[in-house]
């Protein structure tokens, strides 16, 4: 059982950077894909960044890429997402989630393919 723990989240202005952290209780991580998705109010949760077990491979929606950046560190047992040039439409609850299958870096953009969640922390820009 990975638990998964979210870090970072804050209110920032539009434009300005956050950088999230995902800490897992395991050293089995860093053979999980990792991946961020958010869920703002009303909406349906949103595939945000993927990285594989490596870090080898990452992958991002068009809605932040160039913006986002995942990244990992076996070591530390810790996966990031720095978050710049943020937009008000970034707002919502972030989640990092975590799955041990071996699969294509496409295929971790959707949310039935993860075992392991965290509780979410919350990002809000103002405009």
């Known amino acids: 059982q990975v638990q998964l723990v979210e870090s970072g989240g804050g209110l920032v202005q539009a434009g300005g950077s956050l950088r999230l952290s995902c800490a897992a209780s395991?050293?089995?991580?860093?053979?999980?894909?990792v991946g961020w998705f958010r869920q703002a109010p009303g909406k349906e949760r949103e595939f945000v960044a993927a990285i594989n077990w490596s870090g080898g491979s990452t992958y991002y929606p068009d809605s932040v890429k160039g913006r986002f950046t995942i990244a990992r560190d076996a070591a530390k047992n810790t996966v990031w997402l720095q978050m710049n040039s943020l937009k008000p439409e970034d707002t919502a609850v972030y989640y990092c989630?975590?799955?041990?299958?071996?699969?294509?870096?496409?295929?971790?953009?959707?949310?039935?393919?993860?075992?392991?969640w965290g509780q979410g922390t919350q990002v809000t820009v103002s405009s």
């Open positions: 989630a975590a799955q041990r299958a071996l699969l294509p870096i496409t295929s971790y953009t959707s949310a039935s393919r993860y075992e392991y």
């Open positions: 395991e050293r089995t991580f860093s053979s999980y894909a």
